[in-house]
């Protein structure tokens, strides 16, 4: 140790050497320079050295080595204002800091600890809001002209039939005051709808409607109610004690019937018999379906409280409107199975019911000995919370045909109907559940199903000359079906005043205090719970689900069964014209799951409203087709030539239309503006 002291005194005092060293050179390079000019500035003299100079530090050998100090992590090179105290006050410390389940870190500085005497309250995200808008339209025109003869029979002319359904659908809106409602996502938007639905239910409750008909029309029912409907079914307007089943109603659809499940016999089949002489036509069988199903479990939880006002709305609104005036030919004889004996089947069926969610899961918590919880865990939802499914359905079919047949001597068989247009919406929300759901404003909950079914079947069978061929007609057996179902779960049992504890609940939430309130901790509705979940929405709460169903069939068709000569020498000839058996459906169910429990505190007013509107008409319409005009509109003319159309200058056109059957060119889009606007 002692030698290599010595030689880094050596190495020290060589490197002052080399430095004097490389002075001298410095100095002796500067000699050699010009000096300043005789006329250069005077340069101020050296400051003399003084000899007198002396210094108070004291001279020491040189002693290399580290100077180490430790960390300011041990106790007692701490800081003053946490560890100036004696070793055993400061572990009292260490011991108190553990005791508050504070966390510290592994490696640190001791100032980065401060002790609070209260910890602030530890608050989670809830959920966000979830906002469907669904949309399902089918437009479908599918008129057929067939001729099976040799002959000249000029096509008929079918615009008729859309300006029935436009009227048919301005007669519907009566029953339907909810179909304008329009899509919406803010909360001002869902208030809107609120107070109008609320401002309706209120007329009607003051007036009374006698009737909506026209003199060409009957009104089947006009019901109207806002009593309370719980567990009832209501069938055009009277209370049934049970739920129609649609198969029990559903047409056979003939040629046009769905197909059914293979059989799985692997057993062959053949057929002997020679083929006889037979004609069937099914012109009708057409089948439109609207189903809809929205489960909603958004934010479910067995105790809410409301600090605002709470608007509970449930409407129902059905309306059906059809014609089925059919002619048939006196030459013909039915088969006793024509609209005049089995004509269309046209039912509105609607129910409300209201359950409460019964747990069995876990056994009830013995009385002798109650347990309450003691601890919580909070999430904020800063904001309004919206759960809006908005479901809108919409068909329009045309199938308007034209036919000529005749018999052909063997089996012949004609489908120019049998069109199948479903529109399926199903929405399942699965949410959160919490023990205590706490809203700061108000609380919207809107249920609104409107369904409208529109149908004109008015055919026309006719015969050629004297034929009798002894047919068997069906130019009836329709069928419309409206079915609505609103299920609540919760909030069925009569609102409670809001509790002082609760209010106390929502200012330690906003103030992030850790301490559950006392009273919360001993609610009754929480015995047995070890902690609680609890969501706060400092906002509003709006779930609204509206659902709206509108079908429209145009099945309009006109057969002429033209003499044979072949049936003139097979009189066993078996002929079926099937004009009919059309099924126009809309099925629509929510189920809403506004509480698991049968607690709700409510600050502010209540307002619980349900109304059912249910209407049919049937129209008389005795409008007769008319063959199709070749001539060109007036319009068209002009848009072609100036000039006098029977001059002699007008040279021979060509007008092309094309064959575009798209949305904006089929006559459904006047009919659907109707319902949509």
Same mark, same amino acid.
């Given at each position: ?8 005194i ?8 080399e430095m004097?060293?490389d002075?001298?050179r ?6 050699e ?5 005789a006329d250069g500035p ?7 050295f003084?000899a007198?100079?002396s210094?108070?530090l ?8 580290i ?6 992590? =041990? ?5 003053a204002?946490h560890f100036g105290r ?8 260490l ?6 389940d504070?966390?510290l870190?592994h490696?640190?500085?001791?100032t980065d600890?401060v002790?609070?005497?209260?910890p602030?309250?530890?608050?989670f995200?809830?959920?966000?809001s979830?906002i ?5 339209v089918n437009a ?5 002209y ?12 079918t ?16 029953f339907?005051p909810?179909a304008?409602?329009h899509?919406?996502d803010?909360?001002d ?6 107070e109008?639905l609320?401002?309706y ?15 060409d029309s ?8 806002t009593e309370?409907?719980d ?8 209370v049934?004690?049970d739920i129609p089943v ?7 659809r ?7 499940e293979?059989?799985d ?5 053949e057929?002997?018999?020679?083929s006889?002489?037979s004609?069937d036509v099914?012109?009708g ?8 199903s ?9 105790v809410?409280?409301?600090?605002g006002n ?5 409407a129902i609104s059905q309306?059906?409107?059809y014609?089925d005036?059919?002619e048939?030919?006196s ?5 006793g ?9 046209a039912?509105n069926?609607?129910?409300f ?5 019964e747990?069995?899961?876990h056994?009830?918590?013995?009385s002798a000995?109650p347990t309450f919880?003691n601890?919580?865990?909070v999430?904020v ?5 919206s759960?809006?499914?908005w479901i809108?359905?919409y ?6 045909d034209t036919?000529?047949?005749t ?9 120019t ?6 529109n399926?919406?199903?929405?399942f ?8 759901v706490i ?6 909950d809107?249920?609104?199903?409107t ?10 069978v006719r015969?050629?000359?004297d034929?009798?061929?002894g ?16 299920h609540n779960?919760?909030?069925?049992g ?6 002082d504890?609760m209010?106390?609940?929502q200012k330690a939430? =906003?103030?992030?205090d850790?301490?559950m309130? =006392?009273?919360?901790?001993?609610d009754?509705?929480f015995?047995g719970?070890a902690g609680?979940?609890?969501l ?5 709460l709006?779930d609204?689900?509206?659902i ?6 145009g099945d309009s ?7 044979s000569t072949i049936? =003139?020498?097979?009189p066993?000839a078996t ?14 169910e ?9 607690t709700?505190?409510l ?8 109304i059912?509107?249910q209407?049919?008409l ?6 007769q087709p008319?063959?199709v ?7 068209v ?6 000039d006098?159309p029977a001059?002699?200058d007008?040279a021979?056109?060509v007008i092309?239309a094309?064959h575009?059957?798209?949305?904006s060119?089929?006559?459904p889009?006047?009919?659907m503006?109707a319902m949509?606007?």
């Amino acid at each position: 140790m002692h030698i290599e002291k010595i030689s880094e005194i050596i190495a020290h005092f060589i490197g002052l050497f080399e430095m004097t060293t490389d002075e001298m050179r410095l100095r002796a390079n500067y000699a050699e320079g010009a000096g300043p000019g005789a006329d250069g500035p005077a340069l101020p003299d050296q400051d003399a050295f003084t000899a007198a100079f002396s210094s108070d530090l004291q001279l020491k050998d040189y002693d290399p080595g580290i100077n180490y100090k430790s960390g300011s992590y =041990e106790i007692e090179f701490g800081p003053a204002r946490h560890f100036g105290r004696v070793f055993e006050e400061s572990l009292e410390k260490l011991a108190a800091i553990a005791g508050k389940d504070i966390p510290l870190p592994h490696f640190g500085d001791p100032t980065d600890i401060v002790l609070t005497d209260e910890p602030e309250l530890t608050v989670f995200a809830g959920p966000g809001s979830a906002i469907s808008h669904v949309l399902q339209v089918n437009a479908l025109y599918d008129d057929d002209y067939l001729d099976m003869t040799d002959g000249v029979h000029a096509p008929r002319d079918t615009s008729f039939v859309i300006e029935q359904l436009a009227d048919f659908s301005t007669k519907a809106e009566i029953f339907t005051p909810f179909a304008s409602l329009h899509r919406t996502d803010t909360y001002d938007g869902a208030l809107k709808i609120a107070e109008d639905l609320q401002s309706y239910i209120r007329n009607a409750r003051n007036t009374e409607d006698s009737g909506v008909a026209s003199p060409d029309s009957d009104v089947t029912h006009h019901f109207v109610t806002t009593e309370p409907m719980d567990d009832k079914v209501y069938v055009n307007g009277k209370v049934e004690a049970d739920i129609p089943v649609l198969d029990d109603f559903l047409p056979d659809r003939g040629l046009a019937k769905l197909p059914e499940e293979p059989d799985d016999s692997n057993t062959s089949v053949e057929q002997t018999d020679p083929s006889g002489n037979s004609l069937d036509v099914t012109a009708g069988a057409n089948l439109v379906v609207n189903v809809a199903s929205v489960i909603n479990t958004g934010v479910i939880t067995s105790v809410s409280a409301v600090m605002g006002n709470y608007h509970q709305i449930d409407a129902i609104s059905q309306a059906f409107v059809y014609s089925d005036n059919d002619e048939i030919a006196s030459a013909l004889h039915s088969s006793g199975h024509s609209a005049e004996e089995t004509g269309t089947i046209a039912k509105n069926i609607a129910l409300f019911e209201q359950s409460t969610f019964e747990a069995s899961s876990h056994a009830e918590p013995d009385s002798a000995d109650p347990t309450f919880p003691n601890s919580w865990r909070v999430s904020v939802i800063d904001g309004d919370v919206s759960f809006v499914q908005w479901i809108e359905q919409y068909h329009f079919v045309t199938d308007n045909d034209t036919m000529t047949v005749t018999t052909s001597g063997s089996e012949a068989t004609v489908l120019t109907g049998g069109n199948t247009s479903i529109n399926f919406s199903s929405f399942f929300q699965m949410g959160l559940q919490y023990d205590l759901v706490i809203i700061g404003g108000n609380v919207l909950d809107i249920n609104s199903i409107t369904q409208v079914s529109l149908l004109y079947d008015n055919d026309w069978v006719r015969a050629e000359g004297d034929l009798d061929p002894g047919a068997d007609l069906q130019t009836g057996n329709n069928l419309i079906w409206n079915f609505a179902s609103i299920h609540n779960v919760g909030t069925g049992g009569p609102f409670e005043a809001m509790p002082d504890y609760m209010v106390d609940t929502q200012k330690a939430i =906003e103030d992030r205090d850790p301490n559950m309130p =006392e009273g919360l901790s001993f609610d009754v509705d929480f015995q047995g719970y070890a902690g609680l979940d609890v969501l706060y929405i400092t906002g509003n709460l709006y779930d609204m689900t509206i659902i709206k169903q509108v079908s429209i069939l145009g099945d309009s068709d006109d057969v002429t069964q033209a003499a044979s000569t072949i049936l =003139e020498n097979n009189p066993d000839a078996t002929v079926t014209i099937d004009t009919g058996s059309n099924a126009v459906v809309n099925i629509a169910e929510i189920v809403d799951y506004d509480s698991f429990g049968q607690t709700t505190y409510l600050a502010g007013q209540l307002y619980s409203d349900a109304i059912l509107i249910q209407g049919g008409l049937v129209e008389h319409d005795t409008t007769q087709p008319q063959p199709v005009d070749d001539g060109l509109a007036n319009e068209v003319i002009a848009f072609l030539d100036n000039d006098d159309p029977a001059g002699g200058d007008s040279a021979d056109g060509v007008i092309n239309a094309g064959h575009d059957f798209s949305w904006s060119s089929t006559h459904p889009a006047d009919v659907m503006q109707a319902m949509v606007a």
